[in-house]
């Protein structure tokens, strides 16, 4: 966070992200701490919106301490909405189960938490379960290069269970203990300024965003600057959707009204008038577009007659839409690629059909969204796929396998056996009776040969009668010996090798 003068300062409630592997609890710590269960409304219990909350800690005293928490998902595919929550917060907690330890996304938390340089506390969740192991957990934890206080280290940890609370309590303490360990503070006097970590388009009211003010205060009749969006401040909706008159650091709020959908991520600044507020867009517009766009490096290479399939992506809300694209960036093939040619957040409607249209390839992609009547009429009339999910990696499954489907087939020639020349016969007329032993595979009759001299192919062949033991034969297998007659244009001679083959589709 901005260092302030010291003038004005106020403490200042902590903003705490709450990450860690899948299923390790974040969600359910978060439900038993605000008392209300989302985990159910999430598809496939995993979290996939970065939700923000506040909640009243009360401390020994009587008094109650605000925290503002952030609900980070868990998937792979969110790690930049992961990485964006830590970047926000003062605070992480870190939640590693009792039972699997550390996890491949649990390192990839602790990097983004090292990366905003902020503190740190270990969850050891899942301590009511059977298989639950504290200290192996903590063993766990020091060879991930995680030391926890008493084991070798200063990282504080509380050991906790989500499910049934044990523990939560001296969480929080450790959380506010930590807190004023940072010295957190702001200014209420000052105009607001922090951070957007989401925003969607709601069809009756126009484009939301979810804020956390990180210092100041945010009144209305102020103006509201996020990158290249703006927005008068109407209304301020608090984390439950209630209207407040003001708001200031720490708190997670909602404003609706903005005049393009404001980056996930972005910071976003208010504004005294509309005047200063519309030369701060200004300003970043340009300095924006001096920057340009960084092109995606792919790793493996593409072919020149490669077929491109144009996909529209349209989601509920901006910050799953940026996970997407980043996993569909992930599949690479070499004959198909795919073109991302439009993205949005909201119902998939009439507009995007039409677009998809202009490609019979196209596809559709839909996430938490609707699709409108009019677009699935398009649609079918122009053979245009349109798909909706409500878990990403159903989405990324679907997508490899329709990217398989869709892949041109080229033909390609499998060797199938090869014969060692040991003997030459009679030739006459393109056609040569040899001797030979087969050294790999089958041999058999009527197969397609390259005839191989020294490593390096001289010509090719057929091979139109086949004998063993001097009987005719069909197949002459590995390590037996055999005669042949070859129609070829070339002359072969013993020591080549004769490499037998099929063509077929890859």
Wanted: charged fraction near 25%; include cysteine.
């Amino acid at each position: 966070m901005a260092k302030l003068s010291p003038q004005n300062f106020l403490p200042r409630p902590p903003i705490v992200v709450i990450m860690g592997h899948i299923d390790h609890g974040k969600s359910s710590l978060l439900d038993y701490i605000r008392k209300s269960n989302v985990v159910a409304g999430e598809a496939g219990g995993i979290t996939q919106h970065l939700s923000a909350y506040e909640v009243n800690h009360p401390v020994k005293e009587g008094v109650a301490n605000r925290i503002t928490f952030l609900d980070t998902p868990g998937h792979q595919a969110f790690s930049k909405m992961r990485s964006r929550g830590a970047g926000v917060a003062d605070i992480a907690i870190l939640v590693v189960s009792a039972e699997d330890g550390v996890k491949e996304q649990t390192k990839e938390a602790l990097k983004a938490i090292k990366e905003a340089g902020i503190p740190y506390i270990v969850a050891i969740n899942k301590i009511d379960k059977p298989n639950a192991n504290i200290e192996r957990t903590k063993q766990n934890l020091a060879e991930n290069e995680i030391y926890l206080e008493g084991f070798g280290g200063d990282v504080p940890f509380v050991p906790i269970s989500a499910k049934v609370g044990t523990g939560v309590s001296d969480l929080l303490d450790m959380l506010l203990l930590v807190a004023e360990m940072e010295n957190l503070t702001g200014d209420t006097t000052v105009l607001a300024r922090g951070v957007v970590v989401e925003s969607h388009v709601v069809p009756s009211r126009g484009i939301s965003a979810t804020l956390i003010i990180t210092n100041g205060t945010l009144k209305k009749g102020t103006f509201i600057v996020a990158e290249e969006s703006l927005t008068p401040v109407r209304v301020i909706e608090n984390f439950l959707g209630k209207q407040v008159p003001e708001a200031t650091f720490s708190s997670p709020i909602q404003i609706t009204g903005f005049d393009s959908l404001p980056p996930v991520g972005a910071s976003f600044r208010a504004y005294a008038t509309k005047k200063e507020a519309e030369a701060a867009q200004a300003t970043l517009r340009e300095s924006r577009a001096k920057k340009g766009v960084q092109d995606i490096v792919r790793t493996v290479p593409l072919a020149d007659d490669a077929l491109i399939i144009p996909v529209i992506i349209k989601t509920d809300v901006a910050g799953t839409l940026e996970a997407i694209e980043k996993e569909l960036g992930k599949i690479e093939r070499e004959r198909i690629a795919i073109k991302v040619i439009a993205k949005g957040v909201g119902t998939i409607g009439e507009n995007d059909a039409k677009l998809a249209s202009g490609s019979e390839s196209a596809i559709i992609l839909g996430f938490h969204t609707k699709v409108d009547r009019n677009a699935v009429d398009i649609a079918e009339r122009f053979g245009v796929t349109i798909k909706t999910f409500d878990i990403i990696y159903e989405l990324t499954d679907w997508m490899n396998k329709e990217l398989d489907l869709r892949t041109p087939k080229v033909l390609g020639e499998e060797i199938v056996g090869s014969l060692k020349v040991l003997k030459t016969f009679s030739a006459m007329k393109h056609k040569q009776v040899i001797g030979g032993k087969v050294v790999s595979g089958t041999l058999e009759l009527n197969a397609q040969v390259k005839i191989m001299r020294r490593e390096t192919e001289i010509g090719r062949g057929k091979v139109i009668e086949l004998q063993a033991q001097k009987l005719a034969t069909k197949k002459v297998e590995e390590g037996n010996e055999c005669g042949l007659m070859v129609e070829s244009k070339i002359e072969i001679a013993a020591g080549d090798i004769l490499e037998a083959f099929v063509m077929n589709e890859k």
